[in-house]
C-alpha cells in the first residue's frame, strides 16, 4: 500500500471515529456549553463597563498596571518561543506535509488568500498606526534609549532638528517593525498551523480544542475541558477583535471631523458609528466567505495599493525608498536586542511605556490569534506547512514593513526636514503629543489631493471594520457551533453585533487606553492553550513523519526486493537461453 492511500485511509478512519464526537447542540445549532456560557461573560461585561464606565476605566487601568508589571517578560519569552517555532516549522523535515489530502490543491489563489489573510490579520491597526507610531516613538522614545541632541528641555523630540535626529528616528521605525513584523505574525502561524492540520489533515471540526487532542485526548478534548477552551478562544476573539474596532472607529471620526462632514469626534460619535457601520457589517456576514469576506477583501487590497502608491509618488519618494531598505537593515541590526528588552532598567517609565507598547502589542496579537488563527486555517486548505509558513509569516511582514516605511516615512521626513507641526508641543503626554488617530489625516492635510486621499483612508478603514467584524463573527459561531464550517447566519449576526457593542463599552469605559487593557488581559489565559498548541503539533507531526518514514522504508525495501527477484529471473532467462 502507498503512502498516500494510507495517509487517505487513516484520515477516513479518523472521520468515522468522529461520529461519536458529535457536540451537544442546543435549538439553533449552536453548542450549549459554549455559546451560552460565553454569552453571559460577554453581555455582563458590555452591560457593566456602559453601566458604570468611569469605575470601570478605573478597574481596568489598575488590571493593566498589575499585569504589566508582573507578566510583561512573560509575554516578551512567550513571542520568542513562538517566532522559533514558526520560523522551525517552515524549515523543518515537516515542512513538505500537506494541509489536506496528499496533492490536494489550494482552495484560494495567492492572491486571493493573502488578500484575505492581511485584511483579517491586521487591516484596522496598519491604517491606525501607520503614521503615527514612528513618529510617536521618534518624539518619545523608549525610557533609557536616550534622546541626546535630538531631545528639547522635556526630554521629547526637538521641533526641526534635521540630521541631527536622524539616529532617533532611525530607532523608532525599528522599533515599529518590531511591533508588527515577524513578530506578530509569527503568533499566527502558532495557531493557524495547528488548526489547519487537525482540520485539513486530520478531518476535526473547525474548533480550537481540537488542535489539543494529541495532549488531552479525545474524550477530554470533547468534554468540559474542550467547552472551557473553546469558550475562552470566543471570549479573546470577541475582544481582541472589538479592539480593533475601537480603534477603527476612532480614526474614521477623526477623518470625517477632518473633511468637515462632523463637528467633533467624540466618544457619542464613535459609538453611533460603531452602530452604523456594525449594521453594514451585517449585510456581508449573511454572504460567507466566498461572496462577501473574499469579494471586500480583494477590494480593499486593491484600495490599500493605490493609497500606498499614490503617498510614495506624491511624497518625497527617493527618500522612502532609501529609508525602507535602511530601515530593513537596521531592524535586523537591532532584531534580538529589540526582542529581548523587558525595559528592566528604565524604572516606572520603562514599566509604562511596555505596557503601553509592546506588552500591549503581544497581547493584542495574542488575542487575535484565535480568530485569526481560526480563519487562515479555514483559507489555507491545500497548501503545505513550507508555503503556509511563508505565506503568513514574510509575505505579509514585508508589505507591513513597506507600508510603515511610507506613511511613517512620510511624516518623519516632515518633522525632521519640512515644516513639521505634527506634534502637539503643549503636552508632555505622548498619546496627546500625538494623537493617533488624528496623525494620518494631519499628514494628508498638506498633501496634494490630501481631501480624496482621506476619503479613501476612511472607506479603507470602514471595509477593514466590516471585514474583522465579519470574519471574526465566522470564527466565533464556528466555535460556538460545535465546529462547523458553514455555522448558523442567525448567531453570526449576532455576534457581530456583540463585537460592536464590546468596542463601544469598552471605549466609554476609557477609549484607547481601555481597548489596550482587554487586549493584554484576554491574552493572559490563552497564552496558555497557545503553548499546549505547539507542543500538541510537534508531537503529531513527528508521528506522521515517522509513520511516512516507516511507509517509505517498507515500499523501499518492497521494490528493491521486487528488483533483486526481476535480477535474478531475468539472469537465470538468460542463462537458460544460453543453454
Not at 526637538?158 to 532611525?170: F, T, V, Y
Not at 480583494?298 to 527617493?318: E, H, S, Y
Request: glycine letters at 12%; one cysteine or more.
Amino acid at each position: 500500500m502507498s503512502g498516500s492511500s494510507q495517509n487517505g485511509e487513516t484520515r477516513t478512519n479518523n472521520q468515522r471515529h468522529l461520529s461519536s464526537y458529535v457536540p451537544r447542540l442546543g435549538p439553533g445549532g449552536v453548542s450549549l456549553w459554549v455559546f451560552y456560557p460565553s454569552i453571559i461573560l460577554i453581555v455582563a461585561v458590555c452591560v457593566l463597563t456602559m453601566a458604570f464606565p468611569d469605575r470601570a476605566g478605573e478597574f481596568l487601568s489598575t488590571i493593566q498596571e498589575n499585569v504589566v508589571g508582573t507578566f510583561g517578560w512573560y509575554y516578551v519569552v512567550l513571542v520568542i518561543l513562538f517566532m522559533i517555532f514558526a520560523i522551525w516549522m517552515g524549515v523543518s523535515r515537516f515542512g513538505d506535509i500537506t494541509l489536506g489530502k496528499d496533492g490536494e490543491p489550494a482552495q484560494f489563489s495567492l492572491v486571493a488568500w493573502f488578500a484575505m489573510l492581511f485584511a483579517a490579520g491586521m487591516g484596522i491597526g496598519l491604517v491606525f498606526f501607520g503614521v503615527a507610531e514612528p513618529l510617536m516613538h521618534y518624539d518619545s522614545p523608549r525610557p533609557g534609549e536616550g534622546a541626546g541632541p535630538a531631545a528639547d528641555e522635556n526630554g521629547f523630540g526637538a521641533e526641526g532638528i534635521g540630521s541631527e535626529g536622524a539616529d532617533l528616528a532611525q530607532y523608532a521605525m525599528a522599533q515599529t517593525f518590531i511591533h508588527w513584523g515577524i513578530h506578530a505574525w509569527a503568533i499566527y502561524v502558532v495557531v493557524g498551523l495547528a488548526l489547519a492540520y487537525a482540520i485539513h489533515r486530520k478531518g476535526r471540526p473547525v474548533s480550537i480544542r481540537w488542535a489539543l487532542e494529541p495532549l488531552l485526548g479525545a474524550e477530554r478534548v470533547r468534554g468540559w475541558l474542550g467547552d472551557v477552551i473553546d469558550t475562552a478562544a470566543i471570549i479573546g476573539t470577541l475582544f481582541g477583535v472589538a479592539t480593533s474596532l475601537g480603534l477603527g472607529v476612532e480614526q474614521i471620526g477623526a477623518g470625517l471631523e477632518s473633511l468637515g462632514a462632523i463637528d467633533d469626534a467624540n466618544t457619542g460619535v464613535s459609538v453611533l458609528l460603531i452602530a452604523v457601520i456594525t449594521s453594514v457589517a451585517v449585510v456581508s456576514v449573511v454572504t460567507g466567505v466566498e461572496r462577501g469576506i473574499k469579494w471586500l477583501s480583494n477590494v480593499n487590497l486593491g484600495l490599500a495599493g493605490a493609497f500606498l502608491i499614490a503617498m510614495l509618488l506624491l511624497g518625497p519618494t527617493l527618500f522612502l525608498v532609501r529609508e525602507l531598505v535602511q530601515s530593513i537593515g537596521v531592524y535586523i541590526q537591532n532584531l534580538v536586542p529589540l526582542t529581548f528588552d523587558t525595559s528592566a532598567y528604565a524604572g516606572a517609565e520603562g514599566e509604562a511605556w511596555q505596557g503601553s507598547w509592546t506588552t500591549f502589542y503581544w497581547g493584542w496579537w495574542i488575542s487575535w490569534a484565535p480568530f485569526v488563527g481560526v480563519f487562515i486555517a479555514r483559507i489555507s486548505k491545500g497548501r503545505t506547512i513550507r508555503e503556509f509558513v511563508a505565506g503568513v509569516l514574510i509575505v505579509p511582514t514585508l508589505v507591513t514593513f513597506l507600508w510603515f516605511s511610507v506613511l511613517g516615512g512620510s511624516a518623519l521626513h516632515r518633522q525632521l526636514y519640512g515644516e513639521g507641526g505634527l506634534v502637539n508641543r503643549d503636552s508632555l503626554d505622548p498619546f496627546e503629543r500625538v494623537i493617533p488617530e488624528n496623525a494620518l489625516f494631519e499628514l494628508l492635510s498638506d498633501v496634494r489631493f490630501g481631501t480624496i486621499l482621506s476619503g479613501v483612508a476612511i472607506i479603507m478603514v470602514t471595509i477593514f471594520f466590516v471585514t474583522s467584524s465579519d470574519s471574526g463573527s465566522l470564527v466565533v459561531d464556528m466555535l460556538a457551533s460545535g465546529g462547523e464550517q458553514e455555522p448558523p447566519t442567525w448567531s453570526r449576526v449576532m455576534f457581530a453585533v456583540l463585537e460592536g457593542a464590546v468596542a463601544a463599552g469598552l471605549l466609554l469605559a476609557g477609549g484607547l487606553q481601555a481597548l489596550r487593557t482587554g487586549a493584554i488581559l484576554t491574552a493572559l489565559p490563552f497564552s496558555l492553550v497557545m503553548i499546549a498548541m505547539m507542543w500538541a503539533t510537534y508531537r503529531s507531526l513527528r508521528a506522521e513523519h515517522h509513520v511516512r518514514r516507516a511507509t517509505q522504508e517498507r515500499e523501499s525495501r518492497q521494490e528493491l526486493e521486487q528488483n533483486v527477484r526481476r535480477s535474478v529471473t531475468d539472469e537465470l532467462s538468460e542463462m537458460t537461453d544460453r543453454r
